[in-house]
């Protein structure tokens, strides 16, 4: 790769987000063939006490955990333990009868039965009729029945319940559609997580340190941020109603401080650029680093293949509501979306699979290229600004060879 192009990665960064105030700093990593190309350190930990940005900051990776958890999840997989069609409730039997919303709302609300059981596939591909309740809807976005039944019972990963009693609520309300009939982002990744410590027998957070984690070295990686780390915490970001960038978490206050009474399979972790990099090398490698395998090349091909219906990519199949990804010439697998047409999705990489995270956080890889690439920030939401869309095209545009 070419590096004078490489650099223009930073001066894109600097000169449009990070000098005008628009970002308060960023990380960037691109590597291709198992070596790092480019990396840059750019701006600040935080705006109010003006702190350069470290090298090793700790980021709130948000979604980016998801493809974390559906690694866990896709080990016990090999393992034997279930199957892609398996029916969830064999696991988690309060959800063997569950009803789908067909009109109406609160108490005037019309269910049917579902057509179809949902399945382990439905769960890890977005596609169970699961959603986020009204947490990622746009300012003045109607809410739609079923995400005001979440609203109504406090169904989320910030409610202070655990995993097994935010599951028990999931079971009170309707789905938003029928199991593989189509896709919306949602919370079902964070049942992963509680499938992952109903299926193992350990506590997911256990399960992921002791499976993933310490294995691969990520040591600055977990759901929470440890004392003695917090002084490299970058503060996170959004813009409130006068266009002011505010804290919204800061190491001082910070929500990662103590461990999670629910850890989020589908949000949860922090950790760094450098650990990130590990995890991106372990999905390059066909699931093996440093001679610590977790996953089969041929699993990994399988999570990464697009399991949408019909092979048909997001805009045929995706909800109202916001995701991590623009829908045009997209799929979706197991933990990863999935570039299927680079002329509908606008950028080259088709083959990749990648995912980001609500702080405007991005990765992918792809595996035809041999490269991988992580972009850390930390401003919520993530569609405040189109990074991803450029990043690529400066990642691909400087593919020479």
């Given at each position: 790769m070419a590096p004078d192009r490489l650099r223009?990665?930073?001066?894109?960064?600097?000169?449009?987000?990070?000098?005008?105030?628009?970002?308060?700093?960023?990380?960037?990593?691109?590597?291709r063939r198992g070596e790092v190309v480019h990396r840059a350190t750019l701006g600040r930990m935080d705006v109010e006490r003006d702190r350069p940005l470290r090298d090793d900051a700790l980021w709130r990776i948000y979604s980016m955990t998801k493809?974390?958890?559906s690694v866990a999840l896709m080990m016990l997989w090999e393992e034997g333990r279930f199957t892609l069609n398996d029916p969830v409730h064999r696991f988690i039997p309060a959800w063997r009868d569950l009803r789908v919303w067909e009109a109406g709302r609160g108490e005037l609300m019309r269910t049917r039965p579902a057509r179809q059981p949902m399945t382990m596939?439905?769960?890890?591909?977005?596609?169970?009729?699961?959603?986020y309740g009204s947490a990622l809807l746009a300012p003045g976005q109607q809410a739609h029945p079923?995400?005001?039944?979440?609203?109504a019972l406090d169904i989320g990963t910030r409610s202070g319940d655990t995993l097994e009693a935010m599951v028990d609520k999931l079971a009170r309300v309707p789905l938003r559609f029928d199991p593989g009939s189509a896709w919306q982002y949602s919370l079902a990744t964070d049942v992963c997580g509680h499938l992952v410590q109903v299926i193992s027998g350990q506590p997911f957070e256990t399960f992921v340190h002791e499976r993933i984690l310490a294995p691969l070295g990520m040591t600055d990686t977990g759901f929470h941020v440890p004392a003695d780390k917090l002084d490299r915490l970058t503060t996170?970001?959004?813009y409130d109603a006068r266009r002011l960038m505010v804290p919204v978490d800061t190491p001082e206050r910070s929500a990662f401080a103590q461990p999670p009474v629910l850890p989020s399979g589908g949000g949860g972790l922090v950790g760094t650029l450098a650990d990130y990099h590990r995890f991106c090398e372990l999905l390059r490698r066909g699931g093996e680093l440093d001679g610590v395998r977790l996953l089969g090349p041929r699993t990994l091909a399988l999570m990464r293949a697009n399991h949408l219906?019909?092979?048909?990519?997001?805009?045929?199949?995706?909800?109202?509501?916001?995701?991590?990804t623009a829908n045009a010439g997209i799929g979706f697998g197991l933990g990863f979306a999935t570039t299927l047409c680079s002329v509908a999705a606008g950028v080259p990489g088709a083959g990749d699979f990648f995912w980001g995270g609500m702080a405007s956080t991005i990765f992918w890889v792809d595996p035809h290229e041999d490269l991988a690439a992580i972009l850390m920030t930390q401003l919520i939401p993530s569609r405040t600004y189109n990074l991803r869309g450029p990043m690529?095209?400066?990642?691909?545009?400087?593919?020479?060879?």
């Open positions: 223009r990665l930073d001066d894109w960064l600097q000169r449009d987000f990070i000098d005008t105030g628009r970002l308060p700093g960023a990380q960037l990593l691109v590597a493809p974390i958890t596939r439905h769960i890890l591909s977005h596609t169970a009729g699961l959603t079923v995400e005001e039944a979440y609203a996170c970001y959004r219906p019909g092979g048909r990519d997001l805009v045929a199949l995706a909800q109202d509501g916001f995701s991590e690529k095209g400066l990642v691909y545009s400087s593919i020479l060879d």
